[in-house]
């Protein structure tokens, strides 16, 4: 199995930065691609960011010009620089990865607990 660990978050005020990290551990072969999303209190859980091991990024439109995902493959590790944080970016962030672990020919699809993020003056 696969362990997906987020760090990282805490409380900032608008217009701080952050720096999220999720580190995937365990029966690992490859890892197609790392994402971040985020779930406010009462709203769905939303995409915010993909990297793909080879490198290339799609964001959702609200965090555009001030998120910027990266990644690790040597470390099986990703980050999410979170710059010009707004209110309405307070949420809990997840961590997710699509994975190809030993002995199985299936992709395999894994969560991280999950970190809180609180944007607030």
């Known amino acids: 199995q696969v362990q997906l660990v987020e760090s990282g978050g805490g409380l900032v005020q608008p217009g701080g930065s952050l720096r999220l990290s999720c580190a995937a551990s365990g029966s690992i072969v490859n890892i197609h691609k790392m994402d971040w999303y985020r779930q406010a209190p009462g709203k769905q859980r939303e995409f915010v960011a993909t990297i793909t091991n080879a490198g290339s990024t799609n964001y959702a439109d609200s965090v555009k010009g001030r998120f910027t995902i990266s990644r690790d493959n040597a470390k099986n590790t990703v980050n999410l620089q979170m710059n010009s944080l707004k209110p309405e970016d307070t949420a809990v962030y997840y961590c997710?990865?699509?994975?190809?672990?030993?002995?199985?020919?299936?992709?395999?699809?894994?969560w991280g607990q999950g970190t809180q993020v609180t944007v607030s003056s």
């Open positions: 997710y990865a699509v994975v190809d672990i030993v002995g199985s020919s299936y992709q395999q699809h894994y």
